[in-house]
């Protein structure tokens, strides 16, 4: 079957004479990773002539292109700060391309260049404020609530159902009760539940767990001058104050000390505070979103957490699953990770290996969505210290590098299945990676493979034209 990409002499000059007038480079390249096409702009970012690289394998010039990625996964990729060469800074996009069949025939990849932004960030050794300004410029055209919600990624079913009705109850005025191991990502719902509200007044977020118990009172209700040794001339104002239309989080609430929660009860009933040493009380309007790791129905049966206050708390309950429970999120995190990281602090974008991600798969990940994160942080930095361009396994925590891989887990992932037609497609797809991956270890001896699959060579051959796979 012919899988490259043609053109008549005259749609040729006019496909060439448009692509050369864009402003972005434009580099596509035939199924075997071959250049067919460098427009003028590509020629100046990466100082290559298209004299030299037409006809030429992409891998000679640009070992780490992401296009070499879009031909060997068959998916899109969008946004990738990359540096091709030294000094030289670009986002680039790439994408797949099909024939009207629907068959895989090449893929383009454009490239922006960004260096005179990233001189100017390290010149300001701020990149890190420049993120904010473009933050703040993207909440102009879209909610905030929004904005925090797109940092919820998931490919998890059940998991994208959770983020759907955090957004349709948080325009609601009830109440909110979070619970979840640590580190699954309760305060960033609590903020994009807050947002995505709309309500005018601040964020307050509060940790029960962190407070000394003999501070606790006055930081929750506030106190006016003069109540106790020690206080502030002036008295001062406590969270619920602080929080006037808008959301007090109260984290790890189940460690709220017992003798205080009578006073949180009489808040969330009344609605009113009363600072410590005052005898005013004020009108609130606060919306309460709790979160905790543990189970208050226990507590309350050893008499730890009322009863009553758990009711006030709990009108609307949701529970976030631990990372284990939704394995297929996990290369997809660590990706998102690593990008948001690099361009933090305008390093490269390093690779994750296949074996890297089959190694994140198999760990349980009790600190959950945390602990990857930190991880993908410190390996980021070692292979940028060391000038590797990918994630290398001893760059891992000892007790990571010992976990043993099953093969066959490497080739099946019960999560794709949602993204076949069915149990047959899903099952060929397995068969073909088994069959590129057998060529790679025989050094696509056909025949050498052929025998160690133990069919005949004709049915390897007959295999290798169905799911178009060519070396």
Known sequence: MNNKIEFSKQDREKFEYILDNIPDAITIVDNYGKVIFFNTTSEEYFNVKKSDIIDKELVEFFPTAILLRVLNSKTSFYNIYNSPRENSFVVSSAVPLYDKNGNMIGALARDRDITEIVRLSELLNKTQSNLLKLEKEYSKITSVGEAYFS????????????INLCKNISKTPLNILLKGESGTGKELFAKAIHYESGRKGK???????????ELFESEIFGYEAGAFTGAKAEGKKGKFEEAEGGTLFLDEIADLPLELQPKFLRILEDGVVTRIGGNKPKKIDVRIISATNKDIRELINEDKFRKDLYYRLDIFQVTIPPLRERKGDIVLLAN?????????????????PDEILSIFTEYKWEGNVRELRNLIQRSAIIASQTGKNKIEKEYLPSYMQNIEVDEIKKLINLDEIKSYSGLEEYIQQIEKRIIIKTLEEMNYNKSETAKKLNIPRATLYYKMEKYKVSF
Request: aromatic fraction near 10%; include cysteine; proline fraction near 5%.
């Open 151 to 162: 940092k919820i990624i998931s490919n998890n079913a059940a998991f994208i159902e959770i």
């Open 336 to 352: 998102r990770f690593l990008q948001e990281f690099c361009m933090e602090q305008g390093i490269s974008i390093v690779e994750i």
């Open 203 to 213: 964020f307050i977020p509060i940790n029960c767990s962190a407070i000394p118990r």
